[in-house]
């Protein structure tokens, strides 16, 4: 009987050009650093089959943050597959990831599984003339919470009823009917609840973005979301978590586990935020009031 085949995740690695500030001035993390502390942890603790890595692998979706990026992965002795996030702008990504050793395939059989990587922002995408697609203004893909659009859930489709693996993995940057207001997206939730009618053999979800590791299920399937590199929190309770990574085992008949492991170091402690960010989190106000607000007491307290 074929073993369990182990795969560990990594999301939202956000890396960033030297000298370049973090988007919306967020970094908490040095995630150069942040990479190194999980590459060890992970030498030291695991023996994956595959590394994959779900979206927001550059924080700016700039050509250098990829360059970087492909050099951090290919650090692994294990192949490595990724798929795009929504500050992963289409053109460098498409160009810059894939080299020996990092990948950008699509679908992956293993035994008697196959993995399929979904870019969860295709919605934002724009469909040129020439019957190719292009990335829209950046904002618009950088504030996406999820969106399949008509091309990417064709595709969903098309590509189950291809696949002949009893059972059907599905890795993507958003995680559909994550329950945190900050992300949430009814429009992207019914995309996928719509698809699962008729996707009997997807077994589970693996995801990111939210930068809170979770656990919950959409339609009687797991979704397993990851920790972030950039910054990483926790809502039970309201804490500032370390760096971290996901492990996972694929079992023959179907059946899958995972476990969420966060690199505790003194440059990343565990501490409390307060109600302002939960309210963020919560989706109670958006990033512009936050920094508003921000900037108020800020100046408030210059004031006094």
Request: hydrophobic share 35%.
């Amino acid at each position: 009987m074929p073993s369990a085949f182990r795969i560990v995740q990594l999301s939202d690695t956000h890396f960033l050009q030297d000298g370049t500030p973090a988007e919306g001035g967020d970094g908490a993390y040095d995630t150069d650093a942040a990479f190194d502390a999980v590459f060890d942890h992970i030498s030291e603790n695991h023996d994956p089959q595959m590394v994959v890595v779900t979206g927001d692998i550059a924080d700016n979706g700039i050509a250098d943050e990829y360059r970087k990026a492909a050099e951090a992965f290919s650090r692994f002795d294990a192949p490595v597959n990724v798929c795009p996030g929504n500050h992963d702008h289409f053109g460098h990504y498409s160009a810059r990831m894939g080299r020996p050793g990092v990948s950008t395939s699509r679908v992956i059989e293993i035994d008697s599984w196959a993995h399929v990587f979904v870019d969860s922002a295709a919605g934002t995408l724009l469909e040129q003339p020439s019957g190719t697609v292009a990335d829209p203004p950046e904002q618009t893909r950088l504030h996406s919470n999820g969106g399949l659009g008509r091309r990417e859930a064709a595709w969903i489709r098309e590509t189950y009823d291809a696949i002949t693996a009893e059972h059907v993995f599905v890795w993507l940057h958003h995680p559909p009917a994550a329950p945190l207001g900050l992300t949430a997206d009814a429009a992207y939730e019914a995309e996928w609840r719509a698809l699962l009618q008729d996707l009997p053999n997807v077994r589970g979800f693996g995801g990111g973005h939210t930068h809170v590791p979770d656990d919950y299920e959409i339609d009687g399937r797991r979704v397993a979301v990851a920790p972030s590199l950039k910054n990483n929190f926790s809502m039970s309770p309201q804490t500032w978590l370390p760096p971290g990574y996901r492990t996972y085992e694929f079992n023959p008949d179907g059946s899958w586990s995972s476990d969420v492991h966060l690199v505790d170091d003194d440059r990343w402690p565990r501490r409390p935020f307060g109600s302002l960010l939960a309210s963020l989190f919560r989706g109670d106000i958006g990033h512009d009031e936050l920094r508003q607000i921000i900037e108020r007491r800020n100046a408030e307290r210059n004031r006094s």
